[in-house]
């Protein structure tokens, strides 16, 4: 198997068999990520390349294989019909495949349409991982995220239509202290239009070489401290009516919250009370991303 620039994959795809089908992200712009800044530029790898990849793997995997992930920044922007060729060919492939997934931002979901989701659902794309990051217009604005509340809403909409299971990223804390409040209502009320399979909770974390972390250093961006973290957290999970499994899985988290909304409101809401009677410096430190 073949690999170029960073392999990123998610925590919940640990166990999946990788093999990469784009290179970099064609949107490479997002003022808080260090993905692929300065690194390789977007690519599709060509098919039959991606293809052998997966034979390679069958000789080592074969059967075992029930999760397949082709990582990279944005694989969702490939041309659909080849996207939908390697997914074909991999069930094809691998006798016990349950799962094919990939990242994708809501501008080139939104791109596809409708009928893009259901041609990828029907080859057997089956989950996308989609950086929701907030459903504020100004903060997806400044952080240069390429699109906006009803284009994210939009997206969405197509994906869970299409029956893919859609997991929504949402970043704590990536308003800042200027923005933590229209960050909380705006992020809820987008969540509440999808209502997707699953939420999931990062931690704003400055990483290097990133404009955010420039306006971190020079004092333009003040970020929120543990304590207004959570109670940005408790925020948003009070205004959600969705019916959305909600999990914190990720190191930049200050606890660690799972469970399915609307049942498991009360008890997210106790473990974040209970983290707000600890002290400030009793969670991780700050510190500087470098992966
Ligand atoms: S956050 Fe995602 S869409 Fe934005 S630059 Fe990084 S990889 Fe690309």
Redesign the pocket.
Known sequence: MRYEGPIYRPPSEADSLLIQATVG?P????T??M??KNGIKYKVRPVEDIKEDMREAVGEYGEYVRTLFFPA??TIAMKTDKLCEICHYAKDLFPNLERITV?G?SQYIAGKGSDGMKKLAEAGLSRIHV?LESGDDEILRLIK??TDSKQQIEAGKYVMGAGIELSLYVILGIGGKERTRQHAAETAGVLNRISPDFIRLRTFVPKINTPLLKDVMDGTFVMLGPHEVLRETADIIKRLEVNSYLTSDHYTNYINIEGKLPAARERLLQIIEAGLRKSENQFRPFFVGKQ
């Open positions: 992200c949107h490479n712009r997002c808080f990520c993905v692929y920044g944005n990242y931002s950086g995220k390429g």
